[in-house]
């Protein structure tokens, strides 16, 4: 049973670029969270979708956008790339049902130069 | 606006020894509250799970209580081993209307654990 799986594994990326980030739940999950980690710091939300839909939101700018797809897969994108965007990120999945354990993937690295 | 705090950026402790570590927040009413592990490079792995009715949990050589009055939860490994050294995290969460409360946890920043031989 594979877990969340996550690429690309690294990537590096030019200031003002666009970047795509591809997410693969836990079978059996539905919901797909995306976070960002800056080095030292702890995981932040950036948003969350169940049935194809964004269902939270974090606290960040319209160029993080994102999708999910039928199958449950997700895509983060990432507009007009900042040198400040380079982290750790993350996506996780869960069952929808509350109570339920998260699931993270190995992650992303992105670097922005 | 809301806060989390872990005591202390990083433990230094010998094997064999009990290992506590402290996560305190404000300005929030989590319905529960998680710990991860993560290792250097490595997505966060959960440990424990406990409700804001739960004061207790335990997995193995692990325990975390909640205690929401103090707005603060402490996790403990006892018999730390080497290979228990890690980063920690404390997350909290709280349940949406539409059932889904897993995603949108606020994490703290970490409390790097050293276990010494």
């Known amino acids: 049973d594979a877990g969340v799986t996550q690429s690309p594994t690294h990537l590096i990326k030019t200031r003002g670029q666009q970047v795509t980030l591809r997410c693969s739940p836990k079978?059996?999950?539905?919901?797909v969270s995306w976070y960002q980690q800056a080095l030292g710091q702890g995981p932040q939300f950036i948003f969350q979708y169940y049935e194809e839909e964004e269902r939270q939101r974090g606290n960040f700018p319209d160029r993080f956008s994102g999708h999910q797809f039928p199958n449950y897969s997700s895509e983060l994108n990432v507009n007009a790339l900042l040198l400040g965007d380079s982290a750790l990120y993350l996506c996780?999945?869960?069952?929808?049902?509350?109570?339920?354990?998260?699931?993270f993937g190995e992650g992303s690295w992105l670097t922005v130069v | 606006s809301q806060k989390i705090e872990q005591n202390s950026e990083a433990l230094n402790i010998q094997e064999g020894k009990t290992a506590t570590l402290t996560c305190n927040y404000t300005n929030y009413s989590p319905a529960y509250l998680q710990w991860y592990r993560q290792d250097p490079g490595r997505g966060p792995v959960f440990l424990l799970l406990i409700r804001e009715n739960e004061k207790e949990k335990r997995k193995e050589r692990l325990k975390v209580t909640f205690d929401t009055t103090l707005k603060q939860s402490l996790f403990h490994i006892t018999a730390s081993q080497p290979a228990d050294s890690a980063t920690y995290l404390c997350?909290?969460?709280?349940?949406?209307?539409?059932?889904?409360?897993?995603?949108?946890?606020?994490f703290g920043k970490g409390t790097k654990l050293s276990v010494k031989p």
């Open positions: 996780a999945s869960s069952f929808i049902q509350s109570g339920n354990t998260i699931y």
């Open positions: 997350a909290l969460g709280a349940d949406m209307g539409y059932g889904g409360s897993q995603g949108n946890l606020i």
């Open positions: 079978s059996g999950h539905d919901t």
